[in-house]
Every structure is written in structure tokens, then in C-alpha cells.
Nanobody
Framework: VQLQASGGGLVQTGGCLML?????????????MGWFRQGPGKEREFVAA????????YYADSVKGRFTISRDNAKNTVYLQMHSLKPEDTAVYYC????????????????WGQGTQVTVSS
């Protein structure tokens, strides 16, 4: 599967953004989807994940209550709605896909998008 992330940009503290990740191929619904991010000088970290059907979601503690992951299997797209953004949310955000039960583990994801930059100004 090929992934294309979009929707990043520059936003002020407290603002909102919605990221999208479009997947190619007819088997999108067979993948667990995740969002990760990599801030300046930091390792790539887990942000959120969603099951194949979209019925269950997982979040990093740092974004819980502010970010929402969702998916539309008919459109082969996964979303990350971000609210109450903080400067520490500044990072390149990556979508990822796996058929394994990787959930929060970066090494468990097999396919990665190219990343989209999110910058939150203070």
C-alpha cells in the first residue's frame, strides 16, 4: 500500500488542523492505521492508531483528549483531527499502515507515508 499524507501547516497555539492520509489499493480496510510524529531532534513517536473497522482507537497520553483519529474505508483515507494545538506538537507527522497488531510500536508498521509538517507557533 502507498500512503500520501497532507494537511499540515502553520497554526497558532490553541488552533486546529486536520491531517489526511490517502492510501492506494483495494485492501485499505485490511490495515491497522497509525499516525506518528517526529519533532526536531527527537525520535519518531506514536500519536494514534485505529483498528481496521475504526471501532477502536489508541492515543499517546500527550494527545489524548485533543486529537481524534478516524478512517473512511470507502475513501481509503485515515484522518487525524487535532485541536488545542501546542508548540510541543510541532513535528513532521507520518501515517503508517500494518497488518500486524503493532498498535503503538513504530517497528511494527510496514508502510509509511512521506510526512507532513505541522508547526505550532507560540
Amino acid at each position: 500500500v502507498q500512503l500520501q499524507a497532507s494537511g499540515g501547516g502553520l497554526v497558532q497555539t490553541g488552533g486546529c488542523l486536520m491531517l489526511s492520509c490517502a492510501a492506494s489499493g483495494p485492501t485499505f480496510s485490511t490495515y491497522i492505521m497509525g499516525w506518528f510524529r517526529q519533532g526536531p531532534g527527537k525520535e519518531r513517536e506514536f500519536v494514534a492508531a485505529i483498528t481496521r473497522s475504526g471501532g477502536t482507537t489508541y492515543y499517546a497520553d500527550s494527545v489524548k483528549g485533543r486529537f481524534t483519529i478516524s478512517r473512511d474505508n470507502a475513501k481509503n483515507t485515515v484522518y487525524l483531527q487535532m485541536h488545542s494545538l501546542k508548540p510541543e506538537d510541532t513535528a513532521v507527522y507520518y501515517c503508517a499502515a500494518t497488518r500486524r497488531n503493532a498498535w503503538t510500536r513504530r517497528e511494527g508498521y510496514d508502510y509509511w507515508g512521506q510526512g507532513t509538517q505541522v508547526t505550532v507557533s507560540s
